[in-house]
């Protein structure tokens, strides 16, 4: 049994990475959007409503920009502002029925294989492959959060 090298897997999650980020030009050009408004839609997909505060703080953008950003994405179907149910000063931008009708046929096909990948990985090993994404995310999240404070 050998003992998979700690460089080897970090090597083989940036080229993950770097393959995703290819796939994410890919499926904003076939969409006509840019990539900061597929990480929004990605942004909704996966924590659902968000306030336009939360959706520029997980971008990283400013008030003026994640409303136009918001503005051209409700403009071309992506996503609809509703008000907020427990706050009247806030509106929830969430995915519009046409951003969840039919994903592209390429981005469906993804998500299938990832899911015939995961279902392939014993059920023994996949606490610990969970536990290292987790990982691996919260330690790029906190690497943005410092380039973001200097």
Same mark, same amino acid.
């Given at each position: 049994?050998?003992?998979?090298?700690?460089?080897?897997?970090?090597?083989?999650?940036?080229?993950?990475?770097?393959?995703?980020?290819?796939?994410?030009?890919?499926?904003?050009?076939?969409? $006509? %959007?840019?990539?900061?408004? /597929?990480?929004?839609? #990605?942004? /909704?997909?996966?924590?659902?409503?968000?306030?336009?505060? #939360?959706? $520029?703080?997980? /971008?990283?953008?400013?008030?003026?920009?994640?409303?136009? &950003?918001?503005?051209?994405? #409700?403009?071309?179907?992506?996503?609809? @502002? @509703?008000?907020?149910?427990?706050?009247?000063?806030?509106?929830?931008?969430? &995915? *519009? $029925?046409?951003?969840? !009708?039919?994903?592209?046929?390429?981005?469906?096909?993804?998500?299938?294989?990832?899911?015939? %990948? !995961? *279902?392939?990985?014993?059920a023994s090993q996949r606490p610990a492959i969970r536990a290292f994404l987790g990982a691996a995310a919260e330690a790029a999240a906190a690497a943005s959060r410092e380039i973001r404070?200097?």
């Open positions: 049994m050998t003992t998979e090298e700690p460089s080897a897997m970090a090597a083989a999650l940036q080229r993950f990475g770097l393959e995703r980020d290819r796939l994410r030009a890919a499926l904003a050009s076939q969409a $006509g %959007i840019s990539p900061a408004d /597929l990480d929004a839609l #990605e942004h /909704l997909e996966a924590d659902g409503p968000l306030t336009q505060r #939360e959706l $520029g703080e997980r /971008l990283w953008l400013t008030s003026g920009a994640v409303t136009m &950003l918001v503005d051209r994405l #409700e403009r071309g179907g992506w996503v609809r @502002r @509703r008000p907020h149910p427990a706050d009247r000063r806030s509106t929830l931008v969430e &995915l *519009s $029925g046409q951003a969840t !009708a039919a994903p592209p046929p390429a981005l469906a096909d993804y998500h299938a294989r990832v899911r015939s %990948i !995961a *279902s392939s990985v014993p404070r200097a």
